[in-house]
């Protein structure tokens, strides 16, 4: 194939859906193998190699995000159905779980709070612009959810997006061995905290280590998208002095 | 599968207009699991009336699908990361101590508490299964 074919063909398949939609699955496909070789070591987490392996190639490529998208789209758009998919985990378990509710309503209160409270005043004794203030606000909470807070308290929706991200990847690598190193051992505060702090990274996480904790993981994140909600605009507003 | 797929959609659906029409605070896909569950509930009580798909594993299949693929619906958003290099870069220290404290601050003070208030309430703890 000489030069300029290969360079129509590629103009041609880089503009389709069809590329960046196999990159997206390939890429992941490749991380999670790493991470099941490794016995699922939580610095292996997919998402995690996934995105790098894939900005570094959008990077190569000079290939716009928007143009990533319109083929990730399709991976983006099961969030949704998977979230629903979070009853049937929840149903099996529920004798388990109506058993934790005093504990799993104080243990969202606190963390929440706490969440929260210590990001902000982070962020705020570092004198960072308000709308950054609150587009990390949110950010224990899903993306979606988290861009609404965002935005509505004058907060970046994008920023607020990546911020939800990174907090996702960073709770699904720490929960495990910090939780080790402070002796919980109990699944269901386990995946409680890694579905408050991380949402659905973090829940992810923890299906993979343990059901019981995954299915704690699932009812925190629900939960915690309500909490923050309801706490962040009164909250922010004390922290801010507004 | 088709009315399994289905029916995960249609509880989405629902709770996406459920949400926007009532105007509560609560993402569409988290209301969609609450209907899910209620269906699931509903499942034991009025099997014939359903259809076959809800009741022969299908629909549990399908969910099952999903949830074992969760990291990767995560990715797409993810790689979102290099539009806002430029904001992360500027105020780089700010974002990642209050990322990195607050999120091991959360996650020690959830876990805590729930042990605590476990504790109090006689819970035995589930442990059991080898931790990684």
């Known amino acids: 194939m000489s030069g300029d074919n290969f360079f129509s063909l590629w103009v041609y398949l880089s503009r389709t859906p069809l590329l960046w939609l196999s990159v997206t699955l390939i890429a992941y496909a490749v991380a999670d193998r790493f991470s099941a070789a490794t016995g699922r070591h939580p610095l292996a987490n997919p998402v995690l190699h996934a995105v790098w392996m894939i900005a570094l190639l959008l990077a190569l490529s000079g290939t716009p995000y928007k143009t990533y998208f319109e083929g990730a789209q399709f991976v983006h758009f099961m969030l949704g159905p998977a979230t629903v998919a979070l009853a049937l985990p929840l149903y099996q378990n529920r004798r388990v779980v109506a058993r934790a509710i005093a504990p799993m309503l104080a243990a969202l209160v606190a963390g929440s709070l706490t969440a929260l409270v210590s990001a902000v005043t982070i962020v705020k004794l570092f004198g960072v612009p308000q709308t950054i203030i609150a587009s990390i606000a949110p950010k224990s909470v899903t993306a979606g959810v988290a861009m609404g807070i965002a935005s509505e308290l004058g907060g970046d929706a994008a920023l607020a997006a990546v911020l939800v991200i990174l907090t996702g990847i960073f709770g699904a690598i720490i929960v495990t061995p910090l939780l080790t190193l402070f002796g919980i051992r109990d699944w269901r505060a386990r995946g409680f905290a890694a579905g408050l702090a991380s949402h659905g990274i973090g829940t992810a996480r923890a299906f993979q280590v343990n059901s019981v904790a995954g299915t704690f993981a699932a009812i925190a994140l629900a939960l915690n998208a309500l909490m923050t909600a309801i706490i962040v605009p009164p909250v922010l507003g004390y922290l801010l002095g507004r | ?132």
């Open chain 2, 1 to 132: 599968m088709v009315i399994a797929i289905a029916t995960l959609l249609l509880c989405q659906l629902a709770g996406e207009g459920l949400a926007r029409g009532l105007g509560v605070p609560v993402p569409g896909p988290v209301l969609g699991a609450t209907l899910l569950l209620a269906l699931l509930f509903l499942r034991d009580k009025a099997k014939p009336v359903l259809p076959r798909e809800i009741n022969d594993g299908s629909l549990d299949n399908a969910a099952n699908m999903l949830l074992a693929n969760l990291s990767l619906l995560f990715v797409p958003a993810g790689v979102g990361v290099i539009q806002n290099l430029q904001v992360l870069r500027t105020h780089g220290l700010a974002l990642a101590l209050a990322l990195v404290v607050s999120t091991i601050l959360g996650l020690l003070v959830t876990a805590f508490v729930f042990r605590f208030v476990a504790s109090l309430t006689n819970a035995e703890p589930q442990t059991g299964e080898d931790m990684q």
